[in-house]
């Protein structure tokens, strides 16, 4: 009953939301807004799915929602400034991404600096180079075509939607089906075991970093398009809310076990949960201190039926 309710609680709670929203407003269960809410969350859910490698190996990466923000700055400049084809700069900014991430994997790994203070340094210094760059003022203007990554449809399906989709089909084959994933669940429930075991854990947090930067870097590219500018605030809190989806979804913050569907699953109980509360006209402050009582609720939930 614990295993089950571990999983597939997140869902049942899933399913309650969902309950109690259509009640309280007849709007929300409209193809329309159901599709609007899975636009929303989107950005949030792909850093999500990066965050939880780094979680489930025993880490916290709080450096993501600058790393987007530097990406599609980054993105934005080749575009804007450089006259750079669309394709080539989508790469380098993602690549900017993957690469902040496999730094912050070396200092963890290599260096063995804490992962909270190598994150923390990691946020601050991109935000601020974010800044550098800009000067303070968006760069705007990135084109029609572009814009269609975040604005578009697929058949009635929006863009944003599949690449949140095929990035956790991914995600899912990394951490099922490869040996990979099994690497990051061994580290994270013991990473002295994993070492005894011949698991090179050195290499595989790099790996991991690099994973949660890459999924930062595509993040970056959903947003920038949707907002058709790199601004150098964009991505701020980020990392609360990707993080509230992986405790939400039932990923243990100490690491080791959970699942990648629950972290879909709390990305969508968030954005009900947002979604809900704008259309009943709640403030956003209170949702703000709604979503620290829920990851708090979460946590605690999770310790005390490890405790049983």
């Not at 070492?195 to 090179?200: F, P, Y």
């Not at 595509?218 to 907002?227: D, E, K, N, P, Y």
Request: proline share 3%; charged share 10%.
């Amino acid at each position: 009953m614990k295993i089950f309710f571990s999983r597939y609680g997140s869902l049942l709670v899933l399913a309650v939301m969902i309950i109690i929203m259509t009640v309280l407003s007849p709007n929300f269960m409209t193809i329309a807004n159901l599709f609007n809410v899975s636009r929303q969350i989107s950005v949030m859910a792909v850093v999500a799915a990066g965050m939880t490698f780094v979680i489930l190996s025993g880490g916290i990466d709080l450096s993501v929602g600058s790393v987007v923000a530097l990406s599609g700055i980054i993105l934005s400049w080749l575009i804007q400034k450089a006259a750079l084809p669309v394709v080539p700069a989508i790469i380098a900014g993602v690549a900017v991404a993957v690469l902040i991430g496999l730094m912050n994997g070396a200092f963890i790994a290599k260096l063995k600096i804490p992962f909270f203070i190598v994150t923390l340094a990691t946020m601050v210094i991109a935000r601020g180079l974010c800044f550098i760059i800009t000067g303070g003022f968006p760069i705007s203007q990135l084109g029609e075509g572009f814009q269609q990554i975040g604005r578009g449809y697929w058949g009635p399906i929006p863009i944003p939607v599949i690449v949140m989709v095929m990035v956790y089909l991914i995600a899912f084959l990394l951490l099922q089906g490869m040996r990979f994933g099994r690497h990051v669940y061994a580290i994270g429930g013991n990473e002295t075991a994993a070492k005894l075991a011949g698991i090179r854990v050195d290499r595989t947090k790099i790996l991991i970093y690099g994973v949660c930067g890459a999924c930062a870097g595509i993040a970056s590219l959903i947003l920038t398009s949707r907002m058709n500018s790199g601004d150098p605030n964009m991505g701020t809190g980020l990392e609360m809310d990707a993080i509230a989806s992986i405790v939400i979804g039932g990923t243990s913050i100490s690491g080791g076990s959970g699942w990648i569907w629950g972290t879909f699953i709390g990305a969508y109980i968030i954005g009900i949960l947002n979604n809900g509360l704008n259309m009943l006209n709640i403030s956003a402050y209170y949702q703000m201190a709604m979503k620290g009582l829920i990851i708090l609720l979460a946590v605690w939930l999770q310790q005390s039926m490890q405790k049983k």
